[in-house]
């Protein structure tokens, strides 16, 4: 079972995590969806952290995830940070495998979805 | 001539400044794009800022803007910070309409962007 990991920077405003929550719903619920489970994780400021998120994927049947971080560039973040965070969780010898995708702002169709997106007004 | 005003947050770092000129050029050349130009402008850390990007418009000609925050969450910057930089260079009546579209993060494409996004390992 294969699962997706969708990683955010986490919030203050609940609201904003609410946002990230709906976000890997509606992915999930995609026609093209062939995850056979959708997790969503924070980075700080938010629960579940990365390491709880990849815990649930297990408890959940995972045997391997896809990781992605849901950030627009490549930061510390995105460079060190969540893959330090999944180092740490592998050293753990989980029973799953993890791989890292690319990150959300350098997807080769952002800019058309950038289009789309000022077409949407208030 | 309409022209879109593409608003980051901006980074200290260069390297993520210029993942978004990159990208307003990306938006700029694509097939679909209706805009007469593509301005980019940061909210904070970078150049131009928003007040620049705006002036920036107006001297390449252009009558109205849409300006579009690239952020992923609905926090302060999306709700006030942007919209009050906006009221402000209003303020001072320049020759030209602008409006604000959706945020990134707002998009209903984004949960197929996830998903593509996803797919792209290394």
Avoid: W
Wanted: some cysteine.
């Amino acid at each position: 079972m294969k699962f997706l990991l969708l990683i955010a920077h986490g919030s203050r405003r609940q609201g904003a995590n609410d946002e990230i929550r709906q976000l890997g719903e509606r992915v999930a619920s995609l026609d093209a969806n062939d995850y056979d489970g959708v997790v969503t994780a924070f980075l700080e400021l938010a629960e579940p952290d990365i390491q709880q998120g990849i815990a649930k994927c297990v408890e959940l049947g995972a045997q391997s995830i896809v990781a992605m971080p849901y950030f627009l560039a490549s930061g510390n973040h995105v460079i060190k940070d969540i893959p330090g965070e999944i180092a740490c969780a592998m050293a753990g010898k989980p029973p799953v495998d993890i791989e890292i995708s690319q990150y959300l702002g350098s997807s080769d169709l952002m800019a058309s979805l950038v289009l789309d997106c000022s077409r949407q007004i208030g």
